[in-house]
Every structure is written in C-alpha cells, then in structure tokens.
C-alpha cells in the first residue's frame, strides 16, 4: 500500500544542478528509512544516497559524495535529492525507495524519474 511518486527529473547541462522529489503516502513516513537508487542502460544499479527516519544520518555512493545531497521533510512526507555539479555519467533513471522496518531492506519503489546530463 505504501506509494512513492517522484519528480524533479529533466535535462541539465554539464556543470548544472537539479532537485528531485519523492512524494510517499501513508501516515508512518517518519519511521521510513529512505533511499535513491539510479540506473543506466545497461548496468546495475547503483545506490546514490540514504537517509535515517529523522534525517540525522546520511550516506551517499563514492560516486555522488561531495557534489549530491539528501534531505527530508517529515512534515511533507518528502525526501528530496539535491543534485550539482552534475557530470554526464550521472545520467540515468532516479528512484526512490523506502525501508519500512528493521534492517534498512528497501522493498518499496517508486517508478523512476529520467535524469539526462548532456556535454
């Protein structure tokens, strides 16, 4: 039952900077742990960026670390994803995921917003 909707995705140039959003339903989002995966043709997936139940604690993919960042706002049910200094290998589908229990397993997706970084 849970829902997540993103939004935020677009095309950007080299160098430039987007926000996505992630909308979830229900009234127990604040004991979510929350998540962004991204995905290019033709390889895994790859996670970007995670975030506690009352945001304090963060974690970002090497690849993001530094230029990426997650927050959330409980009161809105919305975790968001800052994204600058974008490359063109961050070109992909963005996804958010949610981990409704215990031990931080992500089983709730939303459907994928397209993020195109072109040169």
């Known amino acids: 039952q849970v829902q997540l909707v993103e939004s935020g995705g677009g095309l950007v140039q080299a160098g430039g900077s987007l926000r996505l959003s992630c909308a979830a339903s229900?009234?127990?989002?604040?004991?979510?742990?929350m998540a962004w995966f991204r995905q290019a043709p033709g390889k895994a997936r790859e996670f970007v960026a995670s975030?506690?139940?009352?945001?304090?604690?963060?974690n970002y993919g090497d690849s993001v670390k530094g230029r990426f960042t997650i927050s959330r706002d409980n009161a809105k049910n919305t975790v968001y994803l800052q994204m600058n200094s974008l490359k063109p290998e961050d070109t992909a589908v963005y996804s958010c995921?949610?981990?409704?229990?215990?031990?931080?397993?992500?089983?709730?997706w939303g459907q994928g917003t397209q993020v195109t970084v072109s040169s």
């Open positions: 975030i506690s139940r009352s945001g304090g604690n963060t």
């Open positions: 229900g009234r127990t989002f604040s004991s979510w742990a």
């Open positions: 995921a949610a981990a409704t229990g215990a031990g931080l397993v992500y089983a709730y």
